[in-house]
Every structure is written in structure tokens, then in C-alpha cells.
């Protein structure tokens, strides 16, 4: 087994780099899916200032050993400075959606 199953959190500016990250880590069998959530407003501190910002969701299923080749990809990848990359780990997954995703990545 790859590992433990998990979900990678991140947000970018918009759809298009979603797709363009999604895209690599497809190709790459780094992940099984990613789901694209458009139109999500974050506010958030920078350079000590409150900020809005509207901001796109990737969610992105995959397993705990493939998190710093993701990460990598998504920094390369993305037009933020400092992109939020943050692992969830999925506590039950149906055993046939589990052999999907492990047939699915490397």
C-alpha cells in the first residue's frame, strides 16, 4: 500500500491554475482525484493587514507518502508566495474506492 489515505487542502487564484495543478499531479499518479471548488472567499492577516481575497479550493486525494511531492508541485505551480498545503487524514474510506485510488497512483 502507498500509505495512509489522505486529503490535501490547498487554494489558489482561480480555476485555471487548479486545472493546471490537477493536471500535473494526474499525470504524475501523485493523486487518485481532484475536486474543483470555484468562488470561495477567504479573509486572512498579510504584511499586517486584513485582506478578502475571492480564491479557488483544489481538494485533492491521495496517500501520506505522496504529501512532499505535492507540495512541490503545487509551489512550483502556484502564484502565491506562500500557498496553504495542508494534509487531512481520512479516518474510513470504503475499501473499493481505497483500490481505485491505489490503482490510480504509482
Do not use: G, R
Request: charged share 15%; hydrophobic share 40%; aromatic share 8%.
Amino acid at each position: 500500500m502507498n500509505s495512509k489515505p489522505i486529503l490535501i487542502y490547498t487554494t489558489v487564484q482561480n480555476c485555471s491554475e487548479a486545472s493546471l495543478i490537477s493536471k500535473i499531479l494526474l499525470e504524475k499518479k501523485l493523486c487518485a482525484c481532484t475536486n474543483i471548488i470555484e468562488n470561495m472567499t477567504s479573509h486572512f492577516v498579510w504584511d499586517n493587514k486584513p485582506q478578502t481575497s475571492s480564491e479557488t479550493i483544489l481538494l485533492i486525494k491521495t496517500f501520506e507518502s505522496f504529501f512532499d511531492d505535492i507540495s512541490v508541485v503545487i509551489k512550483e505551480n502556484h502564484s502565491y508566495s506562500t500557498p496553504a498545503i495542508l494534509s487531512i487524514p481520512i479516518q474510513h474510506i470504503d475499501n473499493n474506492y481505497l483500490q481505485w485510488m491505489l490503482s490510480s497512483t504509482k
